[in-house]
């Protein structure tokens, strides 16, 4: 498929199985997080690629931070959190690591780290790879950044779910461009 077509075509897969990336296939895929625009060359992202027994540590660094953040939380939500990263064979975290700049602000980095997973998506699906952006309270917890092995001022942008797709890929729905953009002045 060419570059633009699939720009336009890539979809988010939710359900996906086995095999993963391989190493090879994540070289790829972060080489093209690389290139996303970053005002400064700050590189301010980072990637951790999470899959076997990887899963299970997350699965209990998910549940232990639930816990402590919602002592009252009910069994069927622990159950629920226990088993989020069991629905894809890989888990990538993604990672901004911010600084203190005179001229770029925190903000544009976030962004830079954002434009980079959007990259890293597009790359995936390139590689015929199912994959899907989530977030959700854990994503923001202390207990999970810390238990990640990442510095208190590191930023979970994202926990991309990765695999194969499980099931056809769905035709992304048809949008009115027109509606997103003008020229501008208006003449
Ligand atoms: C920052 C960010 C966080 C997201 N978090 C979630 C999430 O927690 N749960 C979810 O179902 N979708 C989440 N999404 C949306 C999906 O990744 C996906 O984009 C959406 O389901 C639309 O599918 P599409 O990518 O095929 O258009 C998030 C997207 C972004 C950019």
């Known amino acids: 498929m ?3 077509k699939l720009l336009q075509k890539r ?30 060359k700050l590189r301010p992202w980072h990637f951790l690629a999470i ?3 990887g899963l299970n540590d997350l699965s209990n660094l998910l ?5 402590k953040a919602n002592p009252d939380v009910s069994p069927s939500v622990v159950e629920k959190t226990k088993n989020l990263p069991f629905r894809a064979p890989m888990i990538i975290v ?8 005179p001229s770029i602000p925190k903000h ?30 854990l994503a923001y917890n202390e207990v999970v950044i810390e238990g990640l092995g990442l510095a208190p001022s590191d930023e979970i942008i994202g926990f991309i779910y990765v ?10 729905p048809e949008v ?10 208006t003449k």
């Open 2 to 4: 060419d570059a633009l």
């Open 11 to 40: 979809v988010s897969v939710s359900k996906v199985t086995q095999p993963a990336p391989s190493k090879a296939d994540l070289i790829e895929v972060f080489k093209a997080a690389s290139r996303a625009a970053d005002h400064g």
């Open 51 to 53: 899959e076997g027994e």
């Open 63 to 67: 549940v232990t931070a639930l816990t």
């Open 94 to 101: 993604s990672i901004a690591k911010c600084q203190e700049h």
């Open 108 to 137: 544009e980095q976030r962004l830079a780290c954002g434009a980079a997973t959007q990259n890293m998506l597009n790359a995936l699906f390139a590689l015929g790879f199912g994959a899907i952006w989530k977030t959700g309270d």
């Open 163 to 172: 695999g194969t797709p499980a099931q056809d890929i769905s035709e992304p």
């Open 176 to 185: 009115d461009v027109n509606s997103i953009f003008s020229v501008w002045p």
